[in-house]
């Protein structure tokens, strides 16, 4: 020990003979990472100083110190940073499970190109005036976040690329000078004036790939009367007026692009121009009587089908209001994402039947693009006409998770079902090659009923169930990922509608790379007349895994008892039947 002690003070006498470059009681500290090494000529405030955001500080942190991100136990957010060390950061993202909402601080990062952020429940950004000053970003995504004001942005004009989709920006005044801006994504806001970004090349350069701002949505604050006029001024950035469209059945457009009202309740505006790359809508409250009038022609775009919405007791309410666009460009998908998600809100507004169903949405017959996933709401059946195809590409899937703290994960799905909700007569496809080795993770279609989390695990309550489930007629083929995954649900039926043949398959998953029909704590399931082949083949580490053609079973918790809390939590299937059934 005196040995030790020695040569210490020998090192520290010898370090005080130079010029104070750094203390000897940071310098010799064993077992530090380099970069943790801070100087005691630069006392350091630590990550949780510098970023109020602990979303922020931990982001900051693993970009520092990416070997951490398998071992999040070892994150030190007490530890000092320098502003030399947080000066090497040149890109940042946030996680799904940790996204930012204040970027306080983030101007420390001065030498930032990329910044993604994406919020969700745990977190959104609202202000940006951290960012004024950040002149080194390149390429910025902030999506789905709750920003109104660009005018921080204002002056940074290295950008290339910006994203701000889903947020609440009404003018986008502030972005005219950004001269170097090659892609700009601003769809899911409320702006209706373009004309300020005429000169900037993602604008010039004319297609979807390098400027998009669809389901631009506004909310008339004054309700109107049947017999009263609405009108929205949007304009295309060349100064264009796009005209108005609406369904017959709800208004007559007038001169200068105005909408008479001739039906009572919540009506809608559409507003596209020529090259798909801006849509905006007005929602409008309608009160009063409807006004019959003479047959009036819609004035119909090319390209689109109708969306048909059915009450509950299958009467027809509405076959105009929403469309479908044909096409695999982002535009394309994008709009039937859209569509398909309020012409399911509007059913969704129905008067519940006895057996709880409240409306239907029919799609067209046809070959449909989707960019986002499809959730139903509850007692809400959605179907197809004739041969009904969806498709959604690997690329438009979320890839990271939602986990539990129980080691349970969650992925992203072409339909995600709810209590009491039916889905009909579809073709789900997406377009996943049989041979293709991936990693990627892409589900048909899944129903999750809420376990809870925590170190004392109760049994799941009936309202943790999801309740009566229909899946009648599904084609799902060529997915990354499980054809039809139920967590968690009571009441359940998979079924096709006729016995399966070598000709016909009514129900079927085929080509698909993990489970074809798997229950998680189901009651009540009945899985009959379907048709499940080539399931399980795509795995990437060259060997098949376990997986099943048609399964019920329970969940496997990681931690925290692997014991008693295994069979609590996670309870088994009961009163499953498989019948008739095909693999």
């Known amino acids: 020990m005196s040995k030790k002690r020695t040569w210490i003070k020998k090192a520290s006498y010898g370090m005080c003979l130079g010029t104070l470059l750094f203390s000897p009681a940071e310098s010799w500290l064993e077992g530090q990472h380099p970069i943790e090494a801070v100087t005691q000529a630069e006392i350091e405030m630590s990550f949780q100083e510098r970023f109020p955001d602990p979303h922020l500080a931990h982001a900051v942190y693993l970009a520092l110190y990416p070997e951490k991100t398998l071992f999040p136990e070892r994150v030190n957010l007490e530890a000092p940073v320098s502003a030399e060390q947080l000066a090497t950061i040149i890109t940042l993202a946030d996680t799904a499970e940790r996204p930012i909402a204040d970027l306080t601080g983030i101007q420390q990062l001065s030498h930032l190109k990329t910044l993604h952020v994406e919020g969700n ?18 390429h910025l995504t902030l999506r789905n976040e709750f920003i109104q004001d660009l005018t921080p942005l204002a002056k ?12 609440r920006i009404t003018s986008v005044q502030a972005l005219q000078g950004l001269t170097q801006l090659q892609t700009l994504r601003l769809t899911g806001n409320q702006v209706t004036d373009f004309r300020p970004l005429e000169a900037l090349p993602a604008v010039q350069a004319k297609d979807t790939a390098h400027f998009e701002a669809l389901a ?32 017959s059945s709800q208004g007559e457009v007038q001169a200068e692009d105005g909408v ?61 209001s929403y469309t479908m666009m044909s096409g695999s460009m982002d535009v394309a998908k994008l709009a039937n994402s859209d569509m ?40 809400v059946a959605l179907e197809g006409q004739g041969k009904t195809t969806l498709y959604r590409i690997v690329g438009d899937f979320i890839q990271s998770s939602i986990a539990h703290i129980d080691g349970i994960r969650y992925y992203d799905a072409l339909i995600d079902m709810e209590s009491n909700t039916k889905i009909r007569n579809l073709t789900l496809d997406g377009l996943q ?73 009514a129900m079927k998953v085929e080509n698909v790379k993990d ?9 009540n399931m009945r899985v009959e007349n379907t048709l499940t082949r080539t399931i399980g083949h795509m795995e990437s580490a060259g060997k098949p895994a376990q997986r099943y053609n048609v399964c019920a079973t329970m969940r496997k918790m990681q931690h925290p008892d692997p014991g008693l809390a295994y069979y609590v939590r996670y309870p088994n299937s009961r009163d499953v039947t498989f019948q008739h059934n095909v693999v």
């Open 121 to 138: 429940e745990g977190g959104r950004i609202q202000q940006l005036a951290p960012l004024a000053l950040m002149k080194s970003l390149e």
């Open 156 to 167: 940074l004009t290295q950008l290339q690329s910006l994203d701000l989709s889903m947020n």
């Open 515 to 523: 489970d074809g029909i798997i229950g998680y704590s189901v009651e």
């Open 340 to 379: 398909i998600e309020e012409a399911i809100k509007r059913a969704n507004q129905e008067l519940p039947n006895t057996q709880k169903q409240r409306g239907t949405v029919r799609l067209p017959n046809g070959d449909w693009y989707v960019k986002n996933k499809i959730s139903l709401l509850e007692g």
């Open 260 to 320: 008479k009202w001739l039906q009572p309740g919540e009506q809608q505006i559409q507003y596209q121009d020529t090259e798909g790359q801006i849509v905006a809508f007005l929602q409008q409250e309608v009160v009063g009587d409807k006004i019959r009038t003479t047959s009036v022609k819609p004035r119909a775009m090319t390209g689109m089908y109708a969306i048909q919405i059915l009450d509950a007791q299958g009467n027809i309410i509405d076959q105009s």
């Open 216 to 247: 631009q949505t506004i909310q008339a604050e004054e309700t109107k009367t049947t017999g009263e006029t609405s009108q929205l001024n949007v304009y295309t950035p060349e100064g264009e007026k796009i005209p108005a469209t609406v369904a």
């Open 433 to 505: 090659s049989p041979d293709k080795v991936t990693t990627d993770i892409q589900g048909g279609i899944t129903a999750k009923g809420n376990y809870g989390e925590g170190s004392n695990p109760q049994a799941p309550t009936a309202k943790d169930y999801l309740q009566n489930l229909t899946i009648e007629d599904v084609d799902i083929q060529n997915m990354a990922g499980s054809g039809v995954t139920i967590d968690l649900a009571k009441n359940v039926t998979i079924r096709g509608t006729t016995a399966v043949t070598a000709p016909n398959h």
